[in-house]
C-alpha cells in the first residue's frame, strides 16, 4: 500500500482529530492510527486502488509491528517537505 500525504488526507486527519496543521509536529501517539489511516486512503485514492479498511485495522497493524509508526511518520515528513518546495504557479499576465 502507498502512502501519500496530499491536502485531502491532511484536511481529512485534522477533520477527524481536530487538530490543527500547524500541531502535526505534537501528534499523541493516539492520532497515530488515525494519520496511517488517512494517508493509505489517499495513496489508494490517487492509484485508483481499492480501500476498505478501518482505523481499527491500522491500529491493529500498528499493535503487530511498531516500526509502521516510524515509516507513517517519515512519510508524514517527506510529503509536507514536497509542499514546501512546490512552486506556485505563474501568474498569467492579463492584457487590456
Known amino acids: 500500500m502507498n502512502v501519500r500525504f496530499s491536502y485531502k488526507a491532511l484536511k481529512n486527519f485534522t477533520d477527524k482529530t481536530g ?32 480501500f476498505d479498511y478501518t482505523i481499527d485495522d491500522c491500529e491493529n497493524w500498528l499493535d503487530d509491528d511498531m516500526s509502521l509508526m516510524s515509516q507513517v511518520m517519515d512519510a508524514l515528513t517527506q510529503d509536507m517537505a514536497k509542499l514546501g518546495e512546490a512552486k506556485a504557479p505563474k501568474k498569467k499576465k492579463v492584457v487590456s
Open 19 to 50: 487538530l490543527g496543521l500547524t500541531e502535526l509536529g505534537n501528534i499523541s501517539i493516539g492520532h497515530i492510527g488515525i494519520l496511517m489511516w488517512c494517508g493509505l486512503k489517499s495513496g489508494a485514492q490517487h492509484n485508483k486502488e481499492k
